[in-house]
């Protein structure tokens, strides 16, 4: 049993179809669940750095305490964390410092160009984690 599962969401349906896996997965409500999002860190001039960043931040924790409630209403324990660099870099070292058991994610299912162009952060989370990784890939029509 999994008594503290680290789950990425990026705010895309695909992300969070990982949070149907729950039930199969047998995990209970005695769980505790920790929800990330990592936003970008964008060029932006320096005139409007506090307000985009205060937006991005702003939109993140919105998104994280809307899917937290949903969670709290099934009984789970919820925690989230707003975070801001690389996408791997961050779940990797939350995953650390947040003591969990298993990270749980879903892929985008980018391949070939895609995946050189953009990078993939589950591969990247899958070769560096100590952790266990429960890995849903989603491909996209």
């Given at each position: 049993m999994y008594k503290s599962i680290l789950i990425p969401l990026d705010g895309s349906e695909l992300a969070e179809s990982i949070l149907f896996e729950l039930d199969q997965m047998a995990v209970t409500t005695t769980s505790r669940l920790v929800l990330i999002r990592v936003c970008p860190i964008y060029a932006v001039s320096?005139?409007?750095?506090?307000?985009?960043?205060?937006?991005?931040?702003?939109?993140?924790?919105?998104?994280?305490?809307?899917?937290?409630?949903?969670?709290?209403a099934k009984g789970f324990t919820v925690e989230v964390h707003v975070c801001y660099g690389d996408p791997a870099f961050e779940i990797l070292d939350l995953a650390d410092r947040a003591d969990v058991n298993l990270?749980?994610?879903?892929?985008?299912?980018?391949?070939?160009?895609g995946r050189w162009l953009l990078g993939s952060v589950a591969e990247k989370?899958?070769?560096?984690s100590s952790k266990?990784?429960?890995l849903k890939p989603v491909k996209t029509a």
């Open positions: 320096e005139r409007y750095i506090s307000e985009a960043h205060s937006q991005i931040v702003q939109v993140a924790e919105s998104y994280l305490e809307n899917m937290k409630a949903q969670l709290n990270i749980a994610m879903s892929t985008h299912g980018r391949s070939g160009f989370v899958i070769r560096h266990p990784i429960l």
